[in-house]
């Protein structure tokens, strides 16, 4: 041997990684190892590929048929050598075969290997014969014993899969047809199986005809080394059987052929037989007749069973039964884009995929991940779903088929066509690669060097092999990724203006048929806006052509997609030519996608942005809440700028605007709780109004010729305002108290406050670009008939005199937060002791406490609603909570100091901290207050207008459940939840409220 060429350093530049075992190996191989060297430095694997030969030339006996005649053979031809070095060096499970089966090597000796596929039914007859059954017979039953016959089976397969993988990687099979004549493989597998499970169920079997129709991979003609094979049974009874027993007959034939192919034996295994995609899945009967299926699809069936009937193929036993149950499905199928809630339920499939992904593998997953193999089936799928009803040349069941008829048919651009079939292709490849080395079912690429090392070498890259497959792989997810998004939205674009470009475009029916199967309700209006958007040849037409396919993508992944797109053209309006705007949407990614989600998601949100359009700034920032002092300052200093005390308060309210918005895309990009949206809102009604106090104050100073103001004004914040908790529709329930100034005439100073409160109500009330703000004074004392605002000696008199003990309850919420520091303090020292009586109250009170909310609970609830929907005044709902909550206060805050708070979430812990309320009936409570609080605000961002009623729309309910985080087409999730949280709740308050 020479030993240049078998040097340590010569072995280690042609591949090999472990010298030293390397020239052990090529020693016991003899004089022919070296003329190997040069095949072994190709394969994926040389250390394996040579350890391997030597473990099967020992494996081989001596004699005419021994190892020498092997090495011998390989020596001579370079082709046999290429085959057997190529499957020992990327696959040690075949590796492992042949040192069990050595003389299984002899396969790859065929000169035609390389340039012949074997016909299907070829496969299939060696593959019955190899069980003992007649490929002839109509119904092949097996003659070998049962455990001869499993064996068997599992050897046959495996040589055939060898002589398969041979060809695949000496021969650059083209990954189609690898996953062609796998898929072939598995029918004749299946076919032999049936078989072994005719004999196994003996004379019952003739009492049905079954059919096996495969399904997934393949089922469309594109399977992998390893994976589950996908089936549905159906069958019929036998000419004069019973239909009980032709049932029974036919459970057991697919029962046991199952098993067949999935037990371990000391052969080994095959691969897992699926049937969980039949009517019902694994709830549902294992077969079922054919009007059987046909009943379940035309009444029961949901959309992913549709797209799942895509690939559906008979495969095995009898064709005529499968042909008919895939000629019943066909039109199913076609018509399935048609159906209600087609995208969401389409959406909600790929979104639990993507969901259950473990978050170790996420990075790394081919087929599951983002820019897989599954983003190009889906989008091809989802292409044929749409157009595939009136074009019946786009109907191909393998995914490349289908694409490459797409392409012609002009529905994906000719050079995007060409560059998806060379991402799918080697991420196909890559994936038969990864589970070809243990013939082992998985989609994750290993992050270990040597792996990553053995794939890139067994993909063609013999230098630098784990960087240049790593940098290979990035580029076709990014295209995945790309394609995905040009595919569905960019053609779109091309159909409504006129952009030149290479490739087909869509005409503007084909495009108005996909924005409808993407989930736009209105196709001829979202076209209408694209092409106000996208036409001509300005700077801004041209970047919206390039901004919009993502942004309809974004759109349509929300739940009102035809809202976002008109929100979006009215915003891009508004701004105009503004040059920051579109730069900032293409730049950065953060802030269009936002946008989307908001204009997608909420009217509320919109509304605010179509009148404060800068907004689209603050979406590139935390979005966290501004305090309260920061406010008041811009407020007072923007308000101090105009000499109109209306332009002031508008300029206020502007401010207050453009803060609603800040909250509300917080919120709706998941970014604030709901405890946070409510403290926000409240600082940000606090600032409004102490900025229009003083606004309104000077104005009426001025206008009185007053050059101080004759009394001191301070407001209270009542109900949820000043419980820290208000929502997005809610009023400023307030008390206006005053105190005049040392020397002032008594009945100036009241009617100087008098007026300051009318004009801050009204002008804060007037119509506007923003939501106006509804401060409400309803809780003073005599209500409407007594004076709107009143000294804090006459608060002291009246609530000594005829205070009720409603009222004290509604002081429970009392927090003076506007105006003057010691008049708000001097205010809460004179209602603390009837809001926290010393000793509690007493039972009467509490009687009447519970009086008057059976009261409410019969005569608030508006006429028609729902009480399971209604979240204020609703079975469990927030009225509930907080009665609960505040009726603990009044009988404990005495003694228990954490009671003495304006909150109710803060009052309920501090009743769980001593011993109130058990702990589990305290985080039912908080949990329903919590849940309740979000759908309430979610309703009013949804439908732009409060409400306590959950939404009766369907599509408003659905925008609601997004904003609330579940997925799409998850409605009913929502509600379910919803009503356990009430139902919960209502239980803890029969306890501790009505006791």
């Given at each position: ?589 953060q802030v269009a996608e936002r946008l989307a989600q908001v204009l997608s998601r909420s009217r509320y949100a919109t ?248 009261r409410v609970d019969r005569e608030r609830l508006p006429r028609g609603a729902d009480p399971q929907m209604h979240l ?124």
């Amino acid at each position: 041997m020479n030993r240049t060429a078998t040097s340590k350093g010569a072995l280690l530049r042609l591949g090999f990684l472990d010298s030293e075992a390397a020239v052990e190996h090529l020693r016991a191989l003899g004089p022919v190892a070296e003329e190997l060297l040069h095949l072994l430095a190709r394969t994926a694997d040389p250390d394996l590929a040579l350890g391997r030969l030597v473990r099967l030339a020992e494996a081989l006996d001596d004699g005419a048929d021994g190892p020498g005649a092997m090495l011998e053979a390989l020596a001579d031809d370079e082709g046999t050598a290429m085959r057997l070095l190529s499957v020992l060096g990327a696959s040690a499970a075949l590796g492992d075969h042949l040192v069990r089966h050595p003389t299984h090597w002899r396969e790859l000796t065929d000169p035609t290997l390389g340039s012949t596929r074997p016909a299907a039914y070829a496969l299939r007859a060696e593959l019955l014969a190899s069980v003992g059954a007649d490929p002839a017979a109509a119904e092949p039953v097996a003659t070998l014993p049962d455990a001869e016959a499993l064996d068997a089976l599992r050897v046959e397969y495996r040589r055939l899969l060898l002589r398969l993988a041979a060809r695949d990687l000496a021969h650059a099979l083209g990954v189609d047809d690898t996953a062609a004549e796998l898929s072939d493989l598995a029918a004749g597998t299946l076919e032999a199986a049936l078989a072994v499970a005719r004999q196994r169920v003996g004379e019952q079997a003739s009492l049905a005809r079954l059919a096996v129709v495969a399904m997934g991979k393949c089922g469309g003609h594109e399977l992998n080394y390893v994976s589950d094979v996908d089936v549905v049974f159906v069958h019929e009874p036998a000419e004069g059987a019973d239909d009980h027993a032709a049932l029974r007959a036919a459970t057991q034939l697919a029962g046991n052929m199952m098993q067949v192919c999935s037990d371990h034996t000391g052969e080994g295994t095959i691969w897992p037989v699926d049937a969980a995609l039949r009517p019902e899945g694994k709830a549902g009967p294992l077969t079922r007749t054919l009007a059987s299926h046909r009943g379940y699809y035309e009444r029961w069936a949901k959309t992913w069973e549709f797209q799942a009937l895509l690939k559906a193929r008979p495969v095995a036993g009898d064709k005529a039964l499968g042909a008919a149950y895939v000629e019943m499905a066909a039109p199913l199928v076609w018509s399935a884009a048609e159906r209600e809630g087609f995208v969401a339920d389409t959406r909600a499939m790929r979104r639990r995929v993507v969901e259950h992904i473990p978050a170790r593998e996420a990075d790394r997953q081919l087929k599951l991940g983002s820019g897989g193999l599954r983003d190009v089936e889906f989008a091809v799928q989802l292409l044929q779903l749409v157009h595939g009803r009136g074009d019946e040349s786009i109907r191909g069941t393998a995914t490349l088929s289908a694409l490459a008829q797409l392409t012609r048919g002009g529905y994906v651009g000719r050079e995007d066509g060409e560059a998806l079939h060379e991402a799918y292709a080697f991420l196909r490849t890559l994936e038969h690669r990864i589970q070809l080395f243990q013939l082992r079912r998985t989609h994750v690429v290993p992050d270990e060097e040597e792996a990553m090392r053995r794939l890139g070498r067994s993909v063609g890259y013999l230098r630098d092999s784990a960087a240049a497959l790593d940098k290979e792989w990035q580029h076709h997810r990014r295209e995945v990724r790309r394609l995905h998004e040009k595919i569905f939205y960019r053609p779109l674009l091309e159909a409504v203006a006129a952009i030149p470009g290479p490739g087909t475009r869509l005409s503007t029916e084909a495009a108005g048929e996909r924005l409808a199967a993407l989930g736009y309700l209105d196709a001829k209006a979202a076209l209408r806006h694209l092409e106000a958007l996208t036409t001509g040849v300005s700077r801004s037409a041209n970047i919206q052509r390039a901004l919009l396919p993502v942004m309809l993508q974004w759109f349509a992944d929300g739940p009102d997609p035809d809202g976002g797109l008109f929100g979006f053209r009215r915003i891009s309006e508004a701004l105009g030519d503004s040059p920051w705007y579109l730069k900032t949407l293409r730049d950065e990614g953060q802030v269009a996608e936002r946008l989307a989600q908001v204009l997608s998601r909420s009217r509320y949100a919109t509304s605010l942005l179509e009148r404060e359009p800068q907004g689209v700034r603050m979406l590139g920032e935390d979005l966290t809440p501004l305090g309260a002092e920061a406010l008041v300052e811009e407020m007072c200093a923007s308000a101090g700028r105009q000499q109109d005390v209306e332009k002031a308060v508008r300029a206020v309210r502007s401010i207050r605007r453009r803060e609603l918005f800040r909250i509300a895309a917080g919120d709706l990009v998941g970014l604030i709780p709901v405890d946070t949206v409510g403290a926000a809102l409240s600082r940000l009604t606090d600032a409004t109004l102490e900025a229009t106090l003083h606004v309104v104050g000077r104005e009426v100073c001025r206008q009185r010729g007053l050059d101080e103001a004759p009394t001191r004004i301070a407001v209270v914040a009542m109900g949820r305002y000043g419980g820290f908790e208000l929502s997005y529709g809610s009023d400023a329930d307030v008390l206006f108290v005053h105190e005049p100034e040392p020397g002032a005439d008594p009945q100036r100073a009241s009617s100087y406050a008098q007026a300051v409160a009318n004009e801050l109500r009204r002008l804060l009330g007037l119509p506007g670009g923003d939501p106006p703000l509804a401060v409400d004074a309803d809780l003073r004392p005599e209500g409407k008939q007594g004076p709107l605002v009143r000294t804090i000696g006459s608060y002291a008199a009246y609530y000594a005199k005829w205070s009720k003990v409603w009222e004290a309850q509604a002081l429970l919420r009392a927090d003076a937060v506007v105006g003057d520091l010691d008049l708000r303090r001097r205010f809460e020292e004179l209602v603390d002791p009837l809001r926290f009586p010393e000793g509690g109250i007493s039972d009467d009170d509490v009687l009447e406490v519970r009086r008057i909310k059976a009261r409410v609970d019969r005569e608030r609830l508006p006429r028609g609603a729902d009480p399971q929907m209604h979240l204020k005044l609703g079975r469990g709902g927030l009225a509930d909570v907080e009665w609960t909550v505040q009726l603990l206060q009044m009988r404990h805050a005495h003694e228990v100091d954490g009671l003495r708070t304006t909150r109710t979430m803060t009052a309920l812990d501090a009743a769980r901290d001593a011993g109130l309320v058990e702990p589990a009936d305290a985080e039912v409570l908080q949990q329903t207050w919590r849940h309740v609080s979000r759908t309430r605000n979610a309703v009013t961002l949804v439908r732009g207008t409060p409400s306590d009623q959950l939404p009766r729309d369907a599509r408003e309910r659905a925008a609601v459940a997004s904003i609330l985080g579940y997925p799409s087409g998850e409605t009913e999730a929502m509600v379910n939840d919803h009503l356990r949280h009430t139902r919960l709740a209502t239980a803890v308050v029969d306890r501790v409220f009505w006791g």
